[in-house]
């Protein structure tokens, strides 16, 4: 009878360990890239390569606060766009236009300045609440040895419904491929190399894949591209006015 | 066999991307670069983002359209050629992370215009002069301030500055510090308690005194304009309450609320106001709502609609479009919609279609606009719209029609040629 429940128990439980197992994974790849105890700031660069009219150039400076779960991202250049600011507290994005010098809000701007980025590229990873683990495979990727995770979204707040990860034994996230509910390849994106800032990690370079998105030349589908380029990372303490709309006006141009 | 390869063919011709897709980001991972240590030297700071050397630009637009339409009492169309110039220039230093002086200024030709105005959705509304005078304007202000961060805690701003309160897209009542742009003020904004706030004192005789005949302009406390806003966010929502009080046009309360539904942007905002006269009240207390959806549709980088609808339910009756608060409210038979939508569809083309309607209930007058607007050419955008404005000769939309000829159908096309120089 012991043997019975025990077994029961373990039929029962088990799928329940393996999610309490799948949320310490994500929680793992969430904290190295995630500053809960400093504030971050960095320069990114991001150049929008679309096959039907070139390269567009953006360089914008993030600022994080991710134990608020705030962050703010203010561009810099080109001169036409900058001052243009994002700033997001809790759930509410706040988009700042200098040029009329007004703040909207809004859910529908989660793209970033016409890219083929999100804001939320730039800002806290939270897989753990986003996120679990369906499967569970192991993956070469190039040099790497990876452990590729498929995610299925837990809630409809997300970008992309389903994801799979490939992750590497420093739990860092080298590539992922970001999926519609019915299954079809959205973007792809690729991280190959890190910078160490104080004990967590960001991205060098990014490239992010629209898979949807291109122009066929010469036989060839070429598709929509975006290169993301850190720079500058920081941990010092930033002032609370920079997460602030005031910060925005005082940067507009 | 010859199904096959037709299938194949098939194939072929509607999945491009999966056949003839480039090389893959695997490749990125054959020799990736190293992981490495970031530079502790190498760091975005305050000072290297809020420190520059004093900056010039310059901005030249010229303009020439064409209009030619439809009165009610003339048969035969009339013709308008009309032409303008917009000179802009200024200058922008940040001597320290706490100060900043900023200065833009503008000639344009004809001299009523101020140039600054370019409204996609609505490419007629901004076009057309309702004065016949053709000469230059003076020099004058767009924008002149002075920024100062006191202790990283509080952001002034004194001067002239464009800025805009306000939740309505459309119809926006609440933007009580309009008046700032063409006056000078002094504005604080902090945050308090998690909320961003704000406030405003304005000085402004000449906005102010357009409102009412009664005002006597003094140099005194009692000619400025005061508005406060704070603004927070909770949860899934964001709100905020604002005012405005001058002691001879009224004072002005508002509050909204706004949230995200399914990917739609959805704001309420409520307005009252009541006129004063020498700080006592004058009036009944006016009330006013402004309901308002937005939506994107379509994924990637390029939505292939946008479009916003609002609705707005006022007492102030047909006045509802001045500045001035009128002293009796007439209960709320003033309903007014307007929806605009931008499409993307033609994004490969540099063309942007576009739709605005605007439409009072009351009186059942308005304008709807088709326009298309095209960048083909570097510098140069071309627009051309189709307006019909309808509704009795004492309807706001026909009485507000810009046009000096009071054509009812429009065609309207312009082309501009605009370039920006920064050094």
């Given at each position: 009878m012991?043997?019975?429940?025990?077994?029961?128990f373990?039929?029962l439980?088990?799928?329940?360990?393996?999610?309490?197992?799948?949320?310490a994974?994500?929680k793992?790849?969430?904290?190295?890239?995630?500053?809960?105890?400093t504030d971050?700031?960095?320069?990114?660069?991001?150049?929008?390569?679309?096959?039907?009219?070139?390269?567009t150039s953006?360089t914008?400076?993030?600022?994080?606060?991710?134990?608020?779960?705030?962050y703010?991202?203010?561009?810099m250049?080109?001169?036409?766009?900058?001052?243009?600011?994002y700033?997001?507290?809790?759930?509410?994005?706040?988009?700042?236009?200098?040029?009329?010098r007004?703040?909207?809000?809004?859910?529908?701007?989660d793209?970033?300045?016409?890219?083929?980025a999100?804001?939320?590229?730039?800002?806290?990873?939270?897989?753990a609440?986003?996120?679990?683990?369906a499967?569970?495979r192991t993956?070469?990727?190039?040099k790497?040895q990876?452990?590729?995770?498929?995610?299925?979204?837990?809630?409809?707040?997300?970008?992309?419904?389903?994801?799979r990860?490939?992750?590497?034994?420093?739990n860092?996230?080298?590539?992922?491929?970001?999926?519609?509910?019915?299954g079809?390849?959205?973007?792809?994106?690729?991280?190959?190399?890190?910078?160490?800032?104080?004990?967590?990690?960001?991205p060098?370079?990014v490239?992010i894949?629209?898979?949807?998105?291109?122009?066929?030349?010469?036989?060839?589908f070429?598709h929509e591209?975006?290169?993301?380029?850190?720079?500058?990372?920081?941990?010092?303490?930033?002032?609370?006015?920079?997460f602030?709309?005031?910060?925005?006006?005082?940067?507009g141009r | 066999m010859?199904?096959?390869?037709?299938?194949?063919l098939?194939?072929?011709l509607?999945?491009?991307?999966?056949?003839?897709?480039?090389?893959s980001?695997?490749?990125?991972?054959e020799?990736p670069?190293?992981?490495?240590?970031?530079?502790?030297?190498?760091?975005?700071?305050q000072d290297?983002?809020?420190k520059?050397?004093?900056?010039?630009?310059?901005?030249?637009?010229?303009?020439g359209?064409?209009l030619?339409?439809?009165?009610?009492?003339?048969?035969?169309?009339?013709?308008s050629?009309y032409?303008?110039?917009?000179?802009?220039f200024g200058?922008?230093?940040r001597?320290?992370?706490?100060?900043?002086?900023y200065?833009?200024?503008f000639?344009?030709?004809?001299s009523?215009?101020?140039?600054?105005?370019?409204?996609?959705?609505?490419?007629?509304?901004?076009?057309?002069?309702?004065?016949?005078?053709?000469?230059f304007?003076?020099?004058?202000?767009k924008?002149?301030f002075l920024?100062?961060?006191?202790?990283?805690?509080?952001?002034?701003?004194?001067g002239?500055?464009?800025?805009?309160?306000?939740?309505g897209?459309?119809?926006?009542?609440?933007?009580?510090?309009?008046?700032?742009?063409?006056?000078?003020?002094?504005?604080?904004?902090?945050?308090?308690?998690?909320?961003?706030?704000?406030?405003?004192?304005m000085?402004n005789d000449?906005?102010?005194k357009?409102?009412t005949?009664?005002i006597v302009?003094?140099?005194?406390i009692?000619?400025?304009?005061w508005s406060?806003?704070?603004?927070g966010?909770?949860?899934f929502?964001?709100?905020g309450?604002?005012?405005?009080h001058?002691?001879?046009?009224?004072?002005?309360g508002?509050?909204y609320?706004?949230t995200s539904?399914?990917?739609?942007?959805?704001?309420g905002?409520?307005?009252?106001?009541?006129?004063?006269?020498?700080?006592?009240p004058?009036?009944?207390?006016?009330?006013?709502?402004?309901?308002?959806?937005?939506?994107?549709?379509g994924?990637g980088?390029?939505?292939w609609?946008?479009?916003?609808?609002?609705?707005?339910?006022s007492?102030r009756?047909?006045s509802?479009?001045?500045?001035?608060?009128?002293?009796?409210?007439?209960?709320?038979?003033?309903?007014s919609?307007?929806?605009?939508a931008?499409?993307?569809?033609?994004?490969f083309?540099?063309?942007?279609?576009?739709?605005s309607w605007?439409?009072?209930?009351?009186?059942?007058?308005?304008?709807?606009?088709?326009?298309f607007?095209?960048?083909?050419?570097p510098?140069?955008?071309?627009?051309?719209?189709?307006?019909w404005?309808?509704?009795p000769?004492?309807?706001r939309?026909?009485?507000?029609?810009?046009?000096?000829?009071?054509?009812?159908?429009?065609?309207?096309?312009?082309a501009?040629?605009?370039?920006?120089?920064?050094?």
């Amino acid at each position: 009878m012991k043997v019975l429940g025990a077994l029961l128990f373990f039929v029962l439980s088990s799928p329940l360990v393996f999610a309490a197992e799948g949320t310490a994974i994500l929680k793992k790849i969430d904290e190295q890239v995630t500053f809960l105890e400093t504030d971050y700031s960095a320069q990114v660069v991001v150049v929008q390569d679309k096959p039907e009219s070139g390269k567009t150039s953006t360089t914008v400076a993030v600022f994080r606060r991710d134990r608020e779960t705030k962050y703010l991202l203010l561009v810099m250049a080109p001169d036409s766009e900058k001052g243009k600011g994002y700033l997001k507290v809790g759930n509410n994005l706040w988009l700042y236009d200098p040029s009329a010098r007004r703040f909207t809000v809004t859910s529908a701007k989660d793209r970033f300045q016409n890219s083929n980025a999100r804001n939320s590229d730039f800002t806290r990873s939270t897989l753990a609440t986003d996120y679990k683990i369906a499967s569970t495979r192991t993956d070469k990727l190039g040099k790497f040895q990876t452990t590729v995770y498929d995610l299925e979204a837990i809630h409809d707040e997300v970008a992309f419904p389903k994801t799979r990860i490939w992750v590497t034994e420093d739990n860092l996230v080298r590539k992922s491929e970001d999926y519609s509910l019915s299954g079809q390849l959205l973007r792809t994106t690729a991280i190959p190399s890190y910078q160490k800032v104080g004990t967590r990690y960001v991205p060098i370079s990014v490239l992010i894949v629209d898979e949807l998105r291109g122009k066929t030349v010469n036989g060839v589908f070429l598709h929509e591209k975006t290169q993301i380029t850190v720079t500058k990372p920081s941990l010092d303490p930033l002032p609370d006015l920079v997460f602030t709309q005031a910060y925005l006006e005082k940067m507009g141009r | 066999m010859k199904y096959s390869a037709l299938f194949a063919l098939l194939f072929c011709l509607v999945c491009p991307a999966a056949v003839f897709a480039e090389n893959s980001v695997d490749e990125l991972f054959e020799d990736p670069a190293p992981d490495t240590v970031a530079d502790p030297d190498s760091k975005l700071t305050q000072d290297s983002l809020t420190k520059e050397n004093i900056r010039f630009f310059e901005s030249v637009r010229a303009e020439g359209y064409f209009l030619t339409g439809w009165t009610r009492e003339h048969p035969k169309p009339k013709h308008s050629p009309y032409n303008a110039l917009n000179f802009s220039f200024g200058t922008d230093a940040r001597l320290d992370k706490n100060i900043r002086a900023y200065a833009s200024f503008f000639i344009t030709y004809p001299s009523f215009r101020d140039g600054t105005s370019d409204n996609i959705t609505n490419p007629y509304q901004d076009l057309l002069p309702t004065d016949p005078t053709l000469s230059f304007s003076n020099v004058d202000v767009k924008e002149m301030f002075l920024d100062y961060t006191l202790g990283d805690l509080v952001f002034i701003r004194v001067g002239r500055e464009a800025l805009t309160w306000g939740q309505g897209r459309i119809f926006n009542p609440a933007n009580f510090v309009g008046a700032l742009a063409k006056g000078i003020g002094l504005k604080a904004t902090t945050t308090f308690l998690g909320l961003d706030v704000s406030l405003v004192a304005m000085k402004n005789d000449g906005y102010f005194k357009l409102e009412t005949d009664s005002i006597v302009d003094k140099a005194g406390i009692d000619t400025l304009g005061w508005s406060a806003k704070a603004e927070g966010s909770w949860l899934f929502f964001t709100g905020g309450v604002s005012g405005f009080h001058h002691p001879n046009l009224g004072d002005k309360g508002e509050g909204y609320l706004k949230t995200s539904l399914a990917g739609f942007d959805l704001f309420g905002e409520a307005l009252i106001e009541r006129k004063l006269v020498d700080s006592k009240p004058a009036g009944a207390p006016i009330p006013t709502a402004v309901f308002g959806v937005y939506r994107e549709l379509g994924p990637g980088s390029n939505p292939w609609l946008q479009a916003q609808v609002e609705t707005m339910v006022s007492a102030r009756g047909e006045s509802s479009a001045a500045r001035s608060i009128p002293e009796v409210a007439r209960g709320w038979d003033s309903l007014s919609l307007g929806i605009g939508a931008t499409s993307g569809l033609l994004n490969f083309l540099k063309t942007k279609p576009s739709v605005s309607w605007l439409h009072s209930f009351q009186d059942r007058s308005g304008q709807l606009i088709f326009g298309f607007s095209n960048t083909t050419f570097p510098h140069i955008d071309l627009t051309a719209g189709v307006v019909w404005v309808y509704g009795p000769e004492d309807g706001r939309y026909v009485t507000g029609n810009p046009d000096p000829l009071n054509r009812r159908l429009i065609l309207s096309f312009r082309a501009i040629f605009a370039f920006d120089i920064n050094s």
